[in-house]
């Protein structure tokens, strides 16, 4: 008679490799898992500039390639998408896929860019440490810090984290430094970008479709007791546009985004020598705007509008100097009467009486046909445009639009976007303004990132005031539902 024992002797090998699988998978697993309290986040030198951090990157990554914009993106990127995977895989000997990434590295990761720097933390399991302890025996010693070098890497290891960066001093002030706080973010659900220098924010993003984002920015603006009616009121969607309470709302809003693309573009492009001066640009623009400067508007004057918003409609590249087509739309609770707000900057000598559609206004040519204050009203709404056939094109045209509960709202049509950003680097380009670049080079080292944020659709953010910040929150990459798959917004 057969015992159970006996019975279980030829699978004995089995069970017992499963057994040795479960207890290993057990001990990786409790090897990727930080502890709570300091140090969960990871390390990173105490001059970080940026950080991005995931509580689980391998399946952000993997689900942000799977939703609608970032399968539009990578449609647009392959060559590059497919470059930088093969630089990964040379430099670390691993493919880079989602659960290649888990395996090796685990779930968390920290990357920052320092003075010292840029570097990434990582939290390994037991395969990389196996590895990391294999590499110990057969390379050279450790420095006194305990940092090695690998496939021109610096890297050490911290508390159960794994830091390494092309530069040195970066792992050493990782090691000395006092472990980060970021804001919290549920276990795998986020990505997480902040600022920590001057005017902080930090932005959350959701692996989705339409990409969802929230979070927060330096600043404060008017709050609101009713929601706001002109973001969606444009006759034509606008390239972007901006609304709030007050033009000193827009301002704000204005002044803190673009302090915020400005970190990003001056560490993406600051080092870089073909990068066009975004300081030397500015400089040049103020030199140009100086004559025109206009001359300050009287306490009050804009006590009786309730709400405002402005918008980019077009960019007019036909001259060697674009010209913006602007729109700024201010609503009041009662129908507009007497003058308008904005007549201080109209003068005597060159103001036009004008009518659009039986509408009084006033036509003021500051440079031209192209450049040209247009003041008028229609309802309880002064309207002011750039050029006059801006304004024939929003008198009378503005749509009653569903409501939006928020402080301060943003919209931006991507692909519009990309088109003018498109033609202006096209004609920097023909001018020489792009330096050590012409043309093609443009065409094939920039213009594809272009018009990968051209397929992104649409950007609606809301922002509300918390005193001493903006919290918002909304899509960066909304697709256009009307768009049959595989084509662009």
């Known amino acids: 008679m057969t015992t159970p024992l006996k019975a ?284 025109w400067s206009l001359d300050p508007l009287p306490d009050g004057w804009d006590t009786s509008v309730d709400e405002c918003s402005l918008a980019l409609l077009g960019l007019d590249t036909a001259e060697t100097i674009p010209v913006p087509e602007l729109a700024l739309v201010m609503r009041c609770a009662e129908p507009v009467a007497g003058d308008h707000p904005l007549t201080p900057w109209v003068s005597g000598d060159t103001a036009i009486d004008y009518e659009w559609d039986a509408r009084p206004g006033v036509l003021a040519p500051w440079v031209g046909e192209k450049l040209t204050l247009c003041l008028g009203r229609s309802g309880n709404d002064w309207l002011t445009g750039s050029q006059e056939p801006v304004m024939a094109a929003l008198n009378g045209r503005l749509n009653e639009a569903p409501p939006v509960a928020a402080d301060a709202a943003v919209r931006v049509d991507w692909a519009s976007l990309a088109e003018c950003v498109e033609d202006l680097l096209r004609t920097a380009a023909e001018l020489e303004l792009v330096p050590r670049m012409n043309t093609a080079d443009v065409e094939k080292m920039v213009l594809p990132f272009v018009r990968a944020v051209g397929v992104l659709g649409h950007l609606k953010i809301e922002a509300k005031d918390e005193g001493d910040r903006l919290a918002f929150e909304g899509l960066l990459a909304r697709q256009d539902p009307s768009a049959p798959d595989g084509e662009r917004p």
């Not at 089995?14 to 697993?29: K, R, T």
């Not at 993997?62 to 914009?69: I, R, V, Y």
């Not at 530069?167 to 986020?190: I, M, N, Q, T």
Request: positive net charge.
């Open 8 to 291: 279980l002797r030829p699978w004995r090998a089995l069970l017992g490799a499963l057994v040795l699988v479960v207890v290993l998978g057990s001990i990786d697993a409790r090897m990727k898992t930080p502890p709570a309290g300091a140090g969960r986040e990871g390390f990173c030198p105490g001059s970080a500039r940026w950080t991005a951090a995931a509580a689980d990157f391998g399946w952000v990554c993997k689900a942000l390639e799977q939703s609608d914009a970032g399968a539009r993106v990578a449609d647009e990127l392959s060559g590059q998408l497919a470059a930088c995977r093969l630089a990964v895989r040379k430099t670390t000997g691993i493919r880079p896929t989602a659960l290649r990434w888990r395996v090796w590295m685990g779930h968390r990761l920290l990357a920052s860019v320092s003075d010292e720097g840029v570097g990434v933390c990582v939290r390994p399991g037991l395969l990389m440490r196996v590895a990391s302890a294999a590499h110990r025996l057969v390379a050279q010693r450790d420095d006194p810090d305990g940092i090695r070098t690998y496939a021109g890497m610096f890297y050490a290891w911290r508390e159960g984290f794994l830091i390494f960066s092309p530069s040195r001093e970066y792992v050493a002030a990782s090691l000395a430094s006092e472990p980060l706080k970021l804001a919290h973010a549920p276990a795998g659900d986020a990505l997480r970008v902040q600022w920590h220098g001057e005017r902080p924010w930090l932005l959350r993003l959701l692996p989705r479709d339409g990409w969802p984002v929230s979070g927060w920015m330096t600043g404060t603006i008017a709050r609101r007791t009713t929601p706001l009616s002109l973001p969606e009121a444009w006759p034509d969607p606008p390239i972007m546009s901006v609304t709030a309470s007050r033009c000193s709302g827009l301002a704000a809003v204005l002044s803190t985004t673009r302090a915020a693309l400005g970190h990003i573009l001056t560490e993406a492009f600051g080092e870089n020598p073909h990068a066009i001066d975004l300081n030397g640009a500015a400089r040049l623009l103020d030199v140009i705007a100086g004559p």
